[in-house]
C-alpha cells in the first residue's frame, strides 16, 4: 500500500499518492475525486484508502481487476506456475530436478505462511534459505550446494515476474546468495586402482569401471555408450551420448540421450588394445545371450554397449549402488564411483599432463572445474615441498674447514 493524502482545491477533495519508482525517483500524482469537501469527508477517505491500496507503482495507475486478482497471487502458486509454462523450454531431466525443488520444497514453505508475490521481501527469501539449511532434509539441513539450486530458481521466477510488472523490483538481487561447501573428493591412487580392477575383472561392473578409471568418464556417459561411438580402425571412442534416471508422471526410468552434458563434454578419445579386448568379449556375450534367451531377449538396447544378459540397459543407479558394495565386500578404501573420474584427473596430474589437456580429456566445461576437481593434489604437493625443505634445512652440515 502506498502513502497518500487528501488534499483540499476548489471546494473539491484531491487524492494525492506518494511513492517511488523502479529508480528510487519520487513521484505525487493527483486524482480527482468529484467529492465536494462540504459534507463528503467520509467518503472521501474510503476513496483514498481504495487508492493507496490499488495503485500500482509500476504503471503509474489503478489496478485492473485482473492485476487485482494477481496482486493476491500467492509466490508459491507462481512459481509453480513459471515452472510449468517453461517445462517444455528445458531438459527433462533439468525439468525433473527443478520440479522437486519447486513444488516440494519451494511452493510449500512459502505458501503455508502466506507470502504473496507483489509483497514478497529479500528478508522472506534469506529466511527460507536459513530454514532450509538448519531444517530441512528430515531435519539434517540441506547443502550450501542445495540452496544454490533454490536460489536459482527463485531469482530467474522473480525476474520474469519483474518483467512482467507484477512486481517493481527482484528482491532476490538483493539477497546473498548461498555457499557451497567446498569438497574435497577423495581419490584412487595408481596402486588402488590396479587392485579394484583386478576385483571387477569379468564381474557386470568391470566395464564402468575401466571407462571410469581410464578415461575419467561420468556413470551417465558410461551407460549412454553406443557401439557405433567407437571407431576400430582409427582406434577412437567419440562421447556424444548420455543416460540419466528421470521420474516421468511419477515413474522412474531411464532416458537415453543423443547429447552430453554440455558442449565440452562431447570428445573424442583414443582406445587402448586392452579396451578393445574387453569390448570384443562384451560383443560375443551379447550375440550369445540373444541366442540363448531367444524372445526373452530385449532387444530395445541392441545398439548400446553396456546391457545385462537379458538385453536391458544396466541403469545409472546400479552402478552407484553395485560400486559400493564391490569396495566394501572387498575391504577396499570407500569412494564414491564418481570419484573414479578424480582418480583419473589426479593420475594425469602426477604424469604431467597440462591443465588444459585434463580438461579436454575429461570433458570439462571450463578450466576453473578441472583445477577443483584435483585441488587436493596441490596441497599434497604442497605438504610434500614443505617436508623435503625442512628436511634438508635440518639436516646437520660438516664443517668446511679443518681445525
Known sequence: MVA???????????????????????????FKTGLKVKGNKRLAEDMLLEYRTNFNTIT?????????????????????????????????TTYEGYSICVNRIIKPYFNDRGILLETIKPSDIEEFYRYEMTHGNNGKGVSGKTAIHYHANIRKCLQDAFKEGLISYNPADL??????????????????????LKVVKDAPIEFACHMASYYGLRRGEIVGLKWSAFDFTYNTV???????????????????QDRTK????????????????????MRQEQEQNKKLFGSAYNHTYD?????????????????TKHFSIVLENNNLKKI?????????????????????????????????????TYAHFEKEQNNRSLELIMKALSEKEEPDFEM
Not at 573424442?268 to 568379449?281: A, F, G, R, V
Not at 548400446?304 to 546400479?318: A, E, L, S, T
Request: aromatic share 10%; proline share 2%; with cysteine.
Open 60 to 92: 503509474g495507475r489503478l489496478k485492473s481487476q485482473e492485476e487485482e486478482q494477481k496482486s493476491q497471487l500467492l509466490f508459491g502458486d507462481y512459481i509453480s506456475a513459471w515452472l510449468e509454462k517453461h517445462r517444455y523450454n528445458i531438459g527433462i
Open 4 to 30: 497518500g493524502r487528501l488534499q483540499e482545491k476548489n471546494g473539491y477533495f484531491y487524492i494525492v499518492l506518494s511513492y517511488k519508482d523502479s529508480s528510487g525517483k519520487r513521484k505525487e500524482p493527483w
Open 303 to 319: 545398439e548400446y554397449v553396456y546391457v545385462d544378459r537379458m538385453g536391458n540397459i544396466v541403469k545409472p543407479d546400479y552402478v
Open 175 to 196: 539477497v546473498k546468495r548461498p555457499v557451497a561447501e567446498e569438497y574435497i573428493a577423495s581419490y584412487y591412487n595408481a596402486q588402488e586402482i590396479k587392485t579394484l
Open 336 to 372: 564414491r564411483f564418481h570419484d573414479l573420474r578424480h582418480s583419473c584427473a589426479t593420475m594425469l596430474r602426477h604424469l604431467g599432463v597440462k591443465m588444459e589437456d585434463i580438461r579436454q580429456y575429461l570433458g570439462h566445461s571450463n578450466i576453473v572445474t578441472t583445477e577443483k
Open 262 to 281: 554440455t558442449k565440452k563434454s562431447h570428445r573424442t578419445l583414443p582406445i587402448s588394445q586392452e579396451l578393445k579386448d574387453l569390448l570384443l568379449k
Open 238 to 256: 567419440t562421447i556424444k551420448h548420455t543416460a540419466s534416471v528421470v521420474k516421468i508422471d511419477g515413474k522412474r526410468s531411464v532416458l537415453m
